[in-house]
């Protein structure tokens, strides 16, 4: 199960092996990126504000629904995505790298670490992801291409070849939700569930 896991760290975090400092710093970069982005084409193509262009309204009842389809997609999916491979004794290390940085961090290291995979990530992620990308792929390759286009890139954006199918598992999820519900309010919440889940089983 851990090893299933696993895979969301590594989502956001890239799991390498440098210092967690380095790593947040980095990945904060990445994300302030994808928000000015998302941002730019807000301005652009929209009308320059992201709560009303790209859909952040949402009713609890549907957050919470959200939220259990992310923990779904992380306890339910992505183990039985890896299950034929593990069950064969493929030593996949999927949760290896995850569990090292986790192990190695001091008190207010993994809280920072915490707080930017669960809160920071989804919204960063999914305002590039399903927001920008998603819509404007639906535009050349209608919704179904671009659900499959955006998983795809998702998972290769992380560059973690084990982890590939997991991530797709989880980018086509979050991309029928954005369709689904026209906005990036559901998977956000959805990404923030699947996160905080593999947060919980490394702490």
Not at 22 to 41: D, H, I, K, R
Not at 113 to 127: N, R
Not at 135 to 144: I, S, T
Request: glycine letters at 10%; hydrophobic letters at 60%.
């Amino acid at each position: 199960m851990l090893a299933a896991l696993a895979t969301t760290l590594a989502v956001v975090a890239g799991a390498t092996e440098s210092g967690s400092v380095s790593l947040l710093m980095g990945q904060l970069g990445l994300w302030t990126g994808f928000v000015t982005t998302a941002v730019v084409a807000s301005r652009r193509f929209g009308a320059g504000a992201l709560r009303a262009d790209f859909g952040f309204t949402i009713t609890f009842v549907d957050m919470a629904k959200s939220a259990v389809i992310g923990i779904a997609v992380q306890v339910l999916v992505v183990p039985v995505i890896y299950f034929p491979l593990i069950a064969a004794g493929v030593d996949l290390d999927v949760s290896g790298a995850a569990e090292e940085l986790f192990r190695d961090l001091a008190g207010l290291e993994k809280v920072a670490i915490a707080v930017g995979v669960i809160a920071v990530a989804p919204v960063a992620e999914e305002l590039l992801f399903r927001g920008v990308l998603l819509r404007g792929l639906a535009q050349h390759l209608g919704d179904r291409g671009a659900l499959w286009a955006t998983a795809l890139v998702f998972a290769g954006s992380h560059f973690q070849v084990v982890q590939f199918p997991g991530l797709v598992a989880i980018g086509l999820t979050l991309a029928w939700l954005a369709q689904r519900t026209g906005g990036v309010a559901a998977p956000i919440w959805a990404h923030l569930a699947f996160n905080a889940t593999t947060v919980a089983f490394l702490w």
